[in-house]
């Protein structure tokens, strides 16, 4: 198994890449995160790192100086960046750094797979280590894609749960590495639910039980919830349950 470096000034995008992409299935124990390259620089002080994934632009030292000061190392730390379009060309220029690798934003699940499995692959024939080759087809056959999916759909879910009160399909794109626009249409294929359905729902457990076992007044649980209107909040929690906040409250405590 081998790890990582992630850098990227962006806690979101950082974050995300940390804490939400099953790095275990594609050969990577230890996955940690740096804010910009000086950051970056030093934790490759504390830990022995076989992968950089950087993005170009960040503060006090960019992706490309970061690069070109682990060339001048003789580092054999393999860096990959995390570039926007508009990049592209000047990521380009690294190559004389040895950077062979671009991922270009908004990332997409199975790129990330692929482009990391064919690295890790690369690394074990670097060192002579001997494993069954695993290619990006087999990776996502049958069975694999399936696995893949339900834990793309376990991310959204997880991250609405924990982020219900203000969640957007934008903030799930960048956690999953999708195409905002593709993410309510992937959420429904694979759930057959709305995206937006889903988090009502979400929302309505976590009203129901606060209103259940705290007291709570309904516009302190609305504004929980993320509603700006109590009165759609009632709305939608009568619509949910069959019964507003109040009478909900009543028949749960003469149960």
Not at 33 to 59: R, S
Not at 157 to 184: A, C, G, R
Not at 245 to 255: D, H, V
């Amino acid at each position: 198994m081998y790890k990582i470096l992630v850098v990227d000034d962006e806690d979101e995008i950082r974050n995300g890449m940390l804490n939400y992409f099953p790095w275990g299935d594609v050969g990577f124990d230890t996955v940690i995160g740096a804010k910009d390259g000086k950051e970056a620089l030093n934790l490759l002080q504390e830990y022995k790192i076989d992968v950089i994934l950087t993005d170009i632009k960040m503060p006090i030292l960019d992706g490309i100086d970061l690069a070109r000061e682990l060339y001048e190392q003789k580092s054999k730390i393999k860096v990959i960046f995390l570039t926007g379009y508009r990049d592209f060309e000047f990521a380009q220029r690294a190559i004389e750094y040895g950077v062979k690798n671009y991922i270009v934003k908004p990332t997409k699940y199975n790129e990330l797979i692929e482009i990391f499995t064919r690295v890790k692959e690369e690394m074990d024939s670097e060192n002579c280590v001997k494993v069954k080759s695993i290619d990006y087809p087999t990776l996502v056959n049958t069975k694999n894609t399936g696995n893949f999916n339900s834990k793309i759909i376990d991310t959204i879910k997880e991250y609405t749960e924990n982020h219900y009160s203000s969640v957007t399909l934008e903030d799930i794109s960048k956690v999953v590495h999708m195409n905002f626009q593709y993410v309510s249409k992937y959420f429904k294929q694979k759930t057959g639910q709305n995206f937006s359905n889903y988090v009502i729902e979400v929302k309505m457990r976590k009203a129901a039980e606060l209103i259940s076992n705290f007291n709570y007044k309904t516009y302190e649980v609305s504004e929980l919830m993320g509603y700006t209107n109590p009165k759609n909040f009632t709305r939608t929690f009568k619509s949910f349950y069959g019964k507003g906040p109040r009478e909900y409250k009543n028949s749960q405590n003469l149960i």
